[in-house]
């Protein structure tokens, strides 16, 4: 299987290693169609974007190169972070207008919003310690994640259930009912065999996506393309794959 372009990349502007060029290049040199860069949101701890604006900057610089790479196209999104049991992002309305799509992922190293927030990621560090907070977690996980879908147009939520465990039934509902594309991050090899087939039955539509944070893996795929053929996945569930 074959994909047409690759949408979740990071850059300097947040953890990423590489420029907006030296991104672009690569994804060219892959045969990319499409390259978007997704940063980190601004309260990712120590990787987010210094501020939110910080989007417009990349914007106005992937407009700046895209005129020297008219075969690939460049598309600006950001991975927000949910930071509350309401489902709220840390990008606001207002710069989220001005991308082209929005991705929204569950990290543990965030700084949450409100004091249910605070608790919420304590107990998903406190719960290696106390496993009897498993399960709440686990539910409270999936409430963030369902609501920032209902919340918000997200074109796809990132490595769903990756360091912060989440009922993958509920959230696949949440993306049925909401359009919202389930991610196939092949740079962390996640979600597994196991749990690809059972999203898969759920019906949900998948996006296969390198999370590269350096050129080389830019439009590094092949995990993606192992394990929804292998799952039986057809190409018109996977909004990246190339069907012609
Ligand atoms: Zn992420
Ligand atoms: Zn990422």
């Not at 919420?120 to 399960?135: D, H, S, Y």
């Amino acid at each position: 299987m074959e994909f047409k372009g690759d949408y979740h990349t990071h850059t300097l502007y947040s953890d990423g290693r590489a420029s907006l060029e030296e991104m672009i290049i690569a994804a060219k040199a892959q045969g990319l169609q499409e390259l978007g860069i997704a940063d980190h949101g601004p309260r990712n701890i120590g990787t987010g974007v210094k501020n939110e604006s910080i989007f417009l900057e990349i914007k106005e610089g992937l407009n700046k190169l895209q005129v020297n790479f008219p075969s690939l196209q460049l598309k600006v999104g950001a991975e927000a972070d949910v930071l509350n049991l309401t489902g709220e992002l840390d990008i606001s309305k207002k710069v989220i207008k001005e991308l082209d799509y929005l991705l929204a992922g569950l990290h543990p190293y965030i700084i949450p919003q409100g004091l249910q927030g605070v608790d919420w990621i304590l107990e998903n560090q406190i719960m290696k310690v106390f496993p009897a907070l498993k399960e709440r977690v686990k539910t409270n996980n999936t409430k963030a994640l369902v609501e920032a879908i209902h919340n918000y147009d997200l074109w796809a939520i990132t490595h769903p259930g990756l360091k912060m465990d989440v009922d993958a039934y509920e959230v696949a509902r949440a993306c049925i009912r909401c359009d919202t594309l389930w991610e196939i991050n092949a740079g962390h090899k996640f979600p597994s065999y196991e749990k690809v087939q059972e999203v898969a039955g759920y019906g949900v539509d998948f996006i296969v996506n390198s999370d590269a944070h350096f050129p080389e893996s830019v439009g590094c795929l092949e995990y993606g393309s192992w394990v929804l053929e292998k799952v039986g996945v057809p190409p018109e569930k996977i909004k990246n794959a190339k069907v012609d």
